[in-house]
C-alpha cells in the first residue's frame, strides 16, 4: 500500500516537473491555436506551424520593441502561417489549403439607419466604422479605402 501511495507520488511529482519546464512560446503556441480552434492533420505539420509561429513571434517581438513605434503588433488566424503563405492570401500566388481562414467574422456590426433623417441627427465627430474582419478574400485593402470615404 506504501509503495502504491509513492509510486503514485512520484508520477505526480514528475508530471509537475513537465509541466513547469515546458518551453513558454510552446505554452502561448498551444494557447493560441486552442483559442482559434487550430488543429493539425499530424506532428509535422503541428511542427511548421509551431516554427511559422515562431518566427512570426520573433517579429513581433522585434517591431513592439521599437520605441518609435505607435503602434503594438500581435496574434492573429494568421500567425502560423509562413511569408508565403501569407503573401498568398494577399493575392500574391497559390492560397494555403486552409478553409477555416476562409470564414468571415460578422459579428463587428455597422451602424444602420432607418431613414435619412437619422443620418442628418447622427454625431459623425470622432466616429469611425468597427474594424471589420474580411476573412480569407484578400481584398483588406478595398475595405480599407472605403472606409476612409465613409467618415
Known sequence: ???IAITALL???ASAIKISTENPAELRFNDWAAQLGWSYSDVSERNQRFQ???DN???FQ???ADQSNTFKVGHNQFSDLSRQEYLAILGDGDQPDRPELAQVNTEAGATVFADASQVA???WLNYSPPIADQ???GTCWAFATS???EI
Open 1 to 3: 500500500m506504501q509503495t
Open 11 to 13: 508520477v505526480a511529482y
Open 52 to 54: 511559422n509561429w515562431l
Open 57 to 59: 513571434d520573433a517579429e
Open 62 to 64: 522585434r517591431i513592439n
Open 121 to 123: 441627427d447622427f454625431n
Open 135 to 137: 476573412g480569407f478574400c
Open 147 to 149: 472606409a476612409g470615404l
